[in-house]
């Protein structure tokens, strides 16, 4: 038997969260507002909006602004996210390691080369290796697809190995440059003016590039955080890192921003349902960070690294042995069918091989139970939950998107019409998982005290503040769960089983769903 204590009470901010595109969810800033009004109403406390700039369709759905500090006219104004803003948390991207090849500024380096006053923005390979570099430099060079990270361009008419991280339409920035850090600046102000409470440091673990290192999370990248934490913070917002890496490294850079997300949690989540295996994730939750964003899936696919071993650091052991990685790789491909195996790896445009593109619905074998009790795992779980605007409605992998844009990860990046989202909404799955995150939404206990206990397949997470209680005890053997809760004499029950039959005691405090 193992059990844990966090005693640090969570700030009552961290309420549940959408993560959400606009033009693939309600059709534009505006109309993703309406909807968290209406048919989430009472639900989420803030909302992750995906990248809305200038274009927000390019080659990598948005993370590759022309002009990162102009919202896309299709989807809106700021005057759009300024009134989300003014009703709820909103998230927003700042896109720290590069920017679009088609920009304003990189085109003025194409045009001028060192002459151009951008000229200093942008990396090629000489400006992380000046004197030179050898073959052991480059192939030590972490990066999340094969071959190297540079790409041949002519710039000033000369030709020149710019840095490429993700793709050849992202040139990486120079974050030593002060017309970087100008530019990085420009952005904040002009995000945190509309009312961003929240600036998501996209790909910051790429961002300090730094002779004879892996040039992933160096301490240039350390120093880059730290002072763009400080930077946000006097404009009145906090940071959330993205980082996929060994989870050690995850667990140490927490330290240097308010929030970092637990991309561990979705691969010991799957484990453990497969398995009846709690273990790995019991072990995890002794150890992890206090200020974690917890995800089952978000825009990428389903990362499997975050909790293996890895060549980041591949001496010390993973959350998942090898054999259980591969395990767990196997049941999700065979579980995504045949779309999540074209999807994956080297094939499909993929950014990232690490991630198997899946639907975490499909994941689960579109098993309603064993869903719902990954939901409640999630959200019982200290931190601030984040809910991916398909997996909140329970979507199966988009077969026609992908074979209509080959881009694998666009199995799990649906286009909902708002016809589709009312006719989702009388899933029972759907409902029940609704009714998971009012709960976490209103009940007070999350405000209080949080402790775990597990022996054998079950696992019980427990809330207390005052006399306000409520926990869950999930037996991944079911897979099912048990939640209760009291309010001094007043106590109710309920199963996955009432959940999906409609009979729900009063677990939340609002109005029933519609």
């Known amino acids: 038997m193992t059990a844990g204590t966090d005693r640090r009470l969570r700030p009552r901010g961290n ?20 909807l968290l009004a209406t048919r989430f109403s009472g639900i989420f406390a803030g909302v992750h909006v995906l990248p809305y700039y200038l274009p927000f369709d390019g080659a990598d759905a948005g993370f590759d602004p022309i002009d990162h500090a102009a919202v896309d006219e299709r989807l809106g104004t700021w005057d759009d996210l300024r009134s989300m803003a003014g009703h709820m948390a909103v998230v927003s991207d700042l896109i720290v390691n590069h920017i679009s090849s088609r920009s304003a500024e990189f085109q003025d380096v194409v045009r001028h080369g060192g002459a151009s006053p ?27 697809r094969p071959g190297l990270p540079f790409t041949a361009m002519r710039l000033g008419g000369r030709k020149r190995l710019v840095w490429t991280t993700f793709t050849p339409g992202q040139v990486d920035l120079d974050v030593r440059d002060e017309g970087t850090w100008a530019y990085l600046c420009r952005v904040v102000d002009r995000l945190t003016a509309a009312g961003v ?36 913070r006097s404009r009145g917002a906090t940071t959330l890192l993205e980082v996929h890496g060994h989870h050690t490294q995850v667990a140490e850079v927490a330290a240097t921003a308010d929030l970092v997300y637990d991309f561990a949690l979705p691969p010991l989540v799957l484990h453990a349902i497969f398995n009846a295996d709690p273990g790995p994730l ?10 974690c964003v917890t995800v089952l899936d978000t825009h990428d696919g389903i990362g499997l690294m975050d909790a293996a071993r890895n060549e980041l650091r591949p001496d010390e052991p993973g959350l998942l042995d090898d054999a259980q990685v591969s395990a767990l790789y196997r049941d999700v491909l065979a579980n995504g069918g045949d779309s999540t195996r074209r999807s994956t790896g080297e094939a499909a445009s993929n950014l990232d091989l690490y991630q198997v593109n899946c639907t975490f619905y499909d994941a689960v074998g579109r098993d309603d139970r ?43 990046r649906h286009h909902y019409t708002l016809a589709e989202v009312d006719d989702q909404l009388h899933r029972p799955v759907v409902r029940a998982q609704l009714e998971l995150v009012r709960l ?33 005890e999930a037996d991944l053997a079911g897979p099912t769960f048990r939640a ?15 959940l999906l039959s409609g009979l729900v005691a009063p677990v939340g405090r609002g109005t029933p769903l519609p």
């Open 197 to 232: 409470s929240v600036l998501r440091l996209d790909a910051i673990g790429y961002a300090g590039k730094v002779a004879g290192t892996d040039c992933f999370l160096t301490p240039g990248t350390l120093a880059l955080i730290e002072r763009l934490r400080g930077y946000v």
């Open 440 to 472: 976490r939404a209103q009940h007070p206990a999350f405000d209080g005290n949080f402790s775990f206990e597990r022996s054998g397949s079950v696992l019980r997470l427990s809330w207390q503040a005052g006399a306000e209680e409520v926990c869950l």
């Open 370 to 412: 064993r869903y719902l009790v990954a939901r409640g795992l999630q959200l019982f779980l200290p931190g601030l939950p984040q809910v991916y605007y398909v997996g909140l409605l329970a979507g199966s992998n988009d077969v026609e998107l992908f074979e209509r844009t080959g881009t694998g990860r666009d199995v799990n």
């Open 282 to 291: 019991a072990d995890w939750l002794a150890v992890r960070p206090a200020n």
């Open 118 to 144: 951008h000229a200093g923005m942008f990396l090629t390979m000489d400006s992380v290796f000046p004197a030179g570099a050898v073959e052991a430099d480059l192939t030590r060079i972490y990066r999340p």
């Open 15 to 34: 309420r549940p969260h959408l993560i959400a595109y606009a033009d693939r969810f309600g059709g534009s800033l505006a109309g993703l507002h309406d």
């Open 484 to 498: 209760q809760g009291r309010s001094g004499t007043t106590a109710w029950e309920l199963d996955v089983d009432a």
